[in-house]
C-alpha cells in the first residue's frame, strides 16, 4: 500500500497571504488528523477528520481549517498567515482507534 | 484532560550501549501509548504501542517499552544502540474512551548516538 502523502513539500508564503496543503491518506483509511510541529511548541494537534466530518479540533485560531473529501483526502487552509505559522505541517492517517497514525513526511511552511 | 512529560530533551550515548528513554503521562481516563521515531526532514514512524494485555511491549528495530500503571510510565529501551538510531523520539497517548484518534504527544527527546 502507498503510504500518506502530502503536497507540497515546502512552501514559502509571505504574511497576509493564505495557504492551502493537501493530504491523501493510505487506501482505506477514513481519519485524517492534522498536527503543527515547531521547535518551540513541539507537535500540536490542531483537527481530525472522520468520514468528512471534523471529529476533533484543538486550540488554533479559526485562521485554521480543513475539510475531507469523500475519498478521505483532506486539506487544510490556513488563511491571513503570520510569521509564526512558520512550521512543519505533518498529517496522519488511521485505519481505527488505537493504530496510531500512520505519518505522512509533512509540509514545510515559511512564512516571510 | 491528558499530558504527556518526557524528562530528557537529549540523551547522547556511545554505540552499542543501551538507553532508556523516560515518558510520563498524565490522564483521567485510559489511554493507548505510544512511541514514535522522527529522522531528520520525515514524518513520524510509529516505533511501538501500547493497547491491553502484557507491559512489555515489543517494537521495530530492537526498540521495546514497558508500561507501568502504577507509575503512569511507558519508558523506551534499546540494549543496545547504533548510530543509525540517532532521530528524535516522542511517546504519545491517545484517550480510549472517546474513540478518537488524536495524539497528544510529549516534547521529544534527541537520541545521539556516538561512536
Known amino acids: 500500500k502507498a503510504g500518506v502523502t502530502q503536497t507540497p513539500r515546502y512552501l514559502i508564503k509571505t504574511r497576509g497571504q493564505q495557504v492551502t496543503l493537501s493530504c491523501s491518506p493510505i487506501s482505506g483509511h477514513r481519519s485524517v488528523s492534522w498536527y503543527q510541529q515547531t521547535p518551540g511548541q513541539g507537535l500540536q494537534f490542531l483537527f481530525e477528520?472522520?468520514?468528512?466530518?471534523?471529529?476533533n479540533k484543538g486550540n488554533f485560531p479559526g485562521r485554521f481549517s480543513g475539510r475531507q473529501f469523500s475519498n478521505s483526502r483532506s486539506e487544510m487552509n490556513v488563511s491571513t498567515l503570520e510569521l509564526g505559522d512558520s512550521a512543519l505541517y505533518l498529517c496522519a492517517s488511521s485505519s481505527e482507534t488505537g493504530a496510531g497514525g500512520y505519518f505522512g513526511p509533512g509540509t514545510r511552511l515559511t512564512v516571510t | 484532560a491528558q499530558s504527556v512529560t518526557q524528562l530528557d530533551s537529549q540523551v547522547p550515548v556511545f554505540e552499542e550501549a543501551p538507553v532508556e528513554l523516560r515518558c510520563n503521562y498524565s490522564s483521567s481516563v485510559s489511554v493507548y501509548l505510544f512511541w514514535y521515531v522522527q529522522y531528520p526532514n520525515q514524518g513520524l514512524q510509529l516505533l511501538l504501542k501500547y493497547l491491553s494485555g502484557s507491559t512489555l511491549v515489543k517494537g521495530i528495530n530492537g526498540f521495546e517499552a514497558e508500561f507501568n500503571k502504577s507509575q503512569t510510565s511507558f519508558h523506551l529501551r534499546k540494549p543496545s544502540v547504533h548510530i543509525s538510531d540517532t532521530a528524535e523520539y516522542f511517546c504519545a497517548v491517545t484517550p480510549i474512551a472517546d474513540s478518537s484518534y488524536k495524539l497528544i504527544f510529549g516534547s521529544g527527546t534527541r537520541l545521539l548516538v556516538r561512536p
Open positions: 477528520y472522520f468520514s468528512e466530518t471534523q471529529r
